[in-house]
């Protein structure tokens, strides 16, 4: 990774649960080189902590905008976040 790290917390709106969201989510992040996680909400929302280097970051959120074929994204919310300087990314 090049230059500091940035974060990103991502909260994902619309049905963006059971349609493979946080897996495809994963493999994006992986490809990227990006660490963080995904998790789904009980409100039903996808929630994600996306850490890297900011182009990196930024290509996983623009990804998030719309997600794997079969969800449908109403809204997303991006906020600024303090690097945790985690290591792979997860599904939780």
Do not use: C, I
């Not at 996808?46 to 990196?56: L, N, Q, S, W």
């Amino acid at each position: 990774m090049t230059g500091a790290p940035v974060a990103r917390r991502v909260t994902v709106h619309g049905r963006v649960q059971g349609v493979f969201f946080r897996e495809s989510t994963r493999r994006r992040a992986d490809a990227a080189g990006v660490a963080g996680w995904v998790a789904n909400r009980p409100d039903g929302t996808v929630e994600a902590h996306v850490e890297g280097a900011a182009e990196d970051v930024e290509a996983l959120v623009a990804y998030l905008r719309h997600g794997p074929r079969g969800a449908e994204v109403a809204r997303v919310d991006v906020r600024d976040a303090e690097p945790e300087r985690l290591t792979g990314f997860q599904v939780r």
